[in-house]
């Protein structure tokens, strides 16, 4: 073998020598990145508010009955002045009180061959209420007597049960997610610490959805708002 084929070889070997400790050290650094990507843990954070109601739906769903349709408009009529008037007199802006279309039934038409009504027409209609004063309805809801002493036949049924509602939940979203987030992060530090680990930066994160109940069937006027959070948090050594 000549002298330039040995030195050629040479150089080859240690080619492929620093070829090897260069792919080892790689194998050994993407094994270690790999390792560190697979340790995350994932926690659920919670948030949750107590708010008063901020509107209130007020249906004042009222019937009369009659054998002629002239005298059934009019007492219809009469029935929805004095809703009205009764509203306007516990404090609530006229312009906050609408009311829907009349609905009229022929009761003899509907008979079917049984005994006829006592009264051919009923008429129904409701007067709806919408105002954001929660109190002043709670406080009027318990006179409606005085309103059945006049004439006005209401008929309060579930369809016409009166609404609570939460309307200000874009001014408190924030708050609550970064109250879920830091919920989440001290369980993720309770599960790192128990581990032998440390809390690293959020891989990923999820928001649910955001929940509005009543606080229970006796206080719907009162709401609980909820939030989930779910995080993925690196692991440390």
């Not at 330039?4 to 150089?11: C, D, N, S, T, V």
């Not at 492929?16 to 340790?39: E, F, H, N």
């Not at 105002?131 to 009027?140: F, G, I, L």
């Not at 599960?191 to 229970?216: C, E, K, M, P």
Request: aromatic share 8%; net charge neutral; glycine share 8%.
């Amino acid at each position: 073998m000549t002298m330039g084929r040995i030195i050629g070889a040479l150089i080859l070997g240690c080619l492929l020598m620093l070829g090897l400790v260069w792919g080892g050290s790689y194998i050994r650094a993407a094994a270690q990145v790999w390792k560190q990507a697979d340790r995350v843990v994932t926690v659920k954070g919670l948030a949750e508010r107590q708010v008063p109601a901020d509107l209130a739906l007020w249906p004042l769903h009222f019937s009369v009955t009659g054998d002629q349709l002239g005298p059934l408009q009019a007492e219809m009529a009469a029935s929805e002045r004095r809703i009205r008037d009764f509203l306007v007199a516990e404090g609530f802006d006229a312009g906050n009180i609408s009311v829907t279309p009349p609905n009229v039934r022929d009761l003899q038409a509907e008979s079917y061959g049984q005994p006829p009504p006592e009264e051919r027409y009923r008429g129904e209609a409701t007067v709806l209420l919408r105002t954001p004063k929660v109190a002043r309805v709670k406080a009027a809801m318990p006179k409606t007597g005085t309103l059945v002493g006049n004439g006005v036949l209401l008929s309060p049924n579930y369809e016409y049960r009166i609404e609570f509602l939460f309307t200000g939940l874009e001014a408190i979203k924030p708050e609550m997610i970064a109250a879920a987030t830091q919920d989440a992060r001290r369980a993720a530090e309770q599960f790192a610490n128990d581990a032998g680990s440390a809390v690293g930066h959020i891989r990923s994160a999820s928001q649910g959805y955001f929940s509005i109940n009543d606080l229970d069937s006796y206080t719907p006027d009162i709401k609980r708002i909820r939030v989930v959070t779910t995080i993925d948090y690196a692991l440390d050594d």
